[in-house]
Structures are given as C-alpha cells and as structure tokens.
C-alpha cells in the first residue's frame, strides 16, 4: 500500500507544481496537470475506493483528441476549471495524509 501511495503521490504532487507555477491560463495548466500525471494513475495506482472517485470527477473534464490521441480539456467554465484545479489540490493531500503503512 505504501508503494501505491508514494506514486499516487508523487503523481499527483507533479499536476499540484504544474498548476501552481506556471503562468499560462487555467486551462493550460489544467492540461499541463493531467499530462505531467494524472493521467497515469489508475484503477491499480489508487486502490482506496473514495480517492477513485474523486478522481474520476477529475478526469471527467478530459477527453482524447480525435486527431492526435492527447487529452484534452472539455470546454467549461472558467468556475468549472478552478474547481477541477481545488479537487485536484484535495486529492494531493487526502492522499499526503494517507496512513502510508
């Protein structure tokens, strides 16, 4: 579990940097956060029920480009965005607090 939690972790500390310090538009880091990784974790990366969850509302913003295969963001509001970045800052730290033994 504590493997599971590390790279949970690590990957979503990297989306959390992303959206933090760049100076592009919501959207763009948005896009930075799921590509630098979110979009690695899955099914076997977050093995606690709750924290899946969270994350699929996460990655319900994104969907595949038909012409190059990357994720990109749905078109939403902007007050859409910014609580898809809060959800994404949560899930860093549920799983920071996680019991990682």
């Known amino acids: 579990m504590a493997a599971d939690a590390g790279y949970a972790w690590e990957k979503t500390y990297d989306a959390v940097r992303s959206l933090a310090t760049d100076a592009q538009p919501l959207s763009v880091r948005l896009e930075s ?26 990655e319900d913003l994104f969907k595949l480009d038909s012409r190059t295969g990357k994720p990109i963001i749905r ?20 799983i920071r607090d996680l019991d990682w033994t």
């Not at 974790?41 to 699929?56: Q, Y």
């Not at 965005?81 to 730290?93: C, E, G, N, Q, S």
């Open 33 to 58: 956060a799921w590509n630098d990784g979110l979009h690695l974790l899955t099914i076997h990366t977050l093995p606690w029920p709750d924290l899946r969850e969270r994350f699929e509302d996460i």
């Open 75 to 94: 078109m939403v509001s902007e007050d859409e965005r910014r609580d898809v970045a809060a959800k994404i800052f949560d899930l860093f730290v549920e």
